[in-house]
Nanobody
């Protein structure tokens, strides 16, 4: 069964850090572009960062640029999202997704071209 599983979410105070992981099972992630998306309560899902299959290209939404870093370890079949200087506005359910195609900027994208999705992990940022 082809599956993406996110982990690493949880309650964090403003200014804190978290690292989210997205692990694939049933398929090899190194052929896929991987994106991180988030959906805050009452808002639409938005793309915040994505990485090409080789890891050589990345894209970030302006709202997270300079604070979040996407990376991948194809040997571990895992993509990461390091989130620093977290703000209450970052509160959302975070999803990873994978698609096999040409890399394009995912910032603000709804992710309709992505084929596989994780179940999501909650990140509440609150004191």
């Amino acid at each position: 069964q082809l599956q993406l599983v996110e982990s690493g979410g949880g309650l964090v105070q403003p200014g804190g850090s978290l690292r989210l992981s997205c692990a694939a099972s049933g398929f090899t992630l190194d052929d896929y572009i991987v994106g991180w998306f988030r959906q805050a309560p009452g808002s639409e899902r938005e793309g915040i960062s994505c990485i090409s299959s080789s890891g050589g290209r990345t894209n970030y939404a302006d709202s997270v640029k300079g604070r979040f870093t996407i990376s991948r370890d194809n040997a571990k079949n895992t993509v990461y999202l390091q989130m620093n200087s977290l703000k209450p506005a970052d509160t959302a359910v975070y999803y990873c997704a994978a698609e096999k195609g040409s890399f394009y900027a995912c910032a603000g994208d709804r992710g309709y071209d992505y084929d596989y999705w994780g179940q999501g992990t909650q990140v509440p940022v609150s004191s």
